[in-house]
């Protein structure tokens, strides 16, 4: 079984600043690991993955996130946050193979100007 | 390529009713998944198929059931509609980006049931 947690429901950030949006999981098996972006009233994005090799993962729009199998977490980061950066984001997780992502509640990002 | 296409974009029901979510793919994928999505919930999987032919019930199956109709396409169908399923639902496929999987989400269907 698997699970997701995503600390704190809303991170506020002022414009300029580090964005860092915290998740630890839970797998039984070695994870495959996702962040997701949403915007109002659309689909999910895909901002980064990992599977295998190197930890540190980039993404897009400047996003990153390292895979810390010692501390099960991979947390998601911006050097400097932009207005167009608000939205919600989603940490997943899947064993592989056909099963399902199983998500965290989310994240609301809200950037102050 | 469309990508993963889902209709209708918006329903309203009233409690008992029934309708089918459709979901369609056109990049030949083998697996296809539905998803709901509730405030403060995420997105939880409610069914998946592997493959055509192949159904399997997710994290909350209760009060739906799935048609995998072809390899494109795979519909959700709610035989008797109720509040608790105004939701958003999602359809996703999944298919090989590089060299890993990687889930591709449709637009989404926002249901209300009264």
């Known amino acids: 079984a698997q699970s997701v947690t995503q600390l704190g429901s809303h991170v506020s950030v002022s414009e300029g600043a580090l964005v860092l949006l915290r998740c630890n999981y839970s797998?039984?098996?070695?994870?495959?690991l996702f962040w997701y972006v949403q915007y109002p009233n659309q689909g999910l994005q895909l901002l980064l993955k990992y599977t295998t090799g190197a930890t540190l993962v980039k993404g897009i729009n400047g996003f990153e996130a390292e895979f810390k199998k010692s501390e099960t977490s991979f947390h998601l980061t911006k050097p400097s946050a932009h207005m167009s950066d608000a939205a919600e984001y989603f940490c997943a997780v899947s064993a592989g193979g056909a099963d399902g992502l199983t998500f965290g509640k989310g994240t609301h990002l809200i950037i102050q100007p | 390529n469309a990508g993963v296409t889902q209709t209708p974009k918006f329903q309203v029901l009233k409690t008992g009713q029934s309708m089918t979510l459709q979901c369609a793919q056109d990049m030949n994928h083998n697996s296809m998944y539905w998803y709901r999505q509730d405030p403060g919930m995420g997105l939880r999987l409610i069914y998946y198929?592997?493959?055509?032919?192949?159904?399997d019930k997710g994290e909350v199956p209760n009060g739906y059931n799935v048609s995998r109709l072809n390899k494109r396409e795979f519909s959700l169908r709610l035989e008797s509609a109720a509040p608790s399923q105004t939701s958003v639902y999602f359809c996703?496929?999944?298919?090989?980006?590089?060299?890993?999987?990687?889930?591709?989400f449709g637009p989404g269907t926002r249901l209300t049931v009264t």
């Open positions: 996703a496929s999944k298919g090989l980006a590089g060299f890993a999987y990687e889930q591709y």
């Open positions: 198929s592997a493959s055509e032919g192949t159904t």
């Open positions: 797998s039984s098996v070695p994870p495959y």
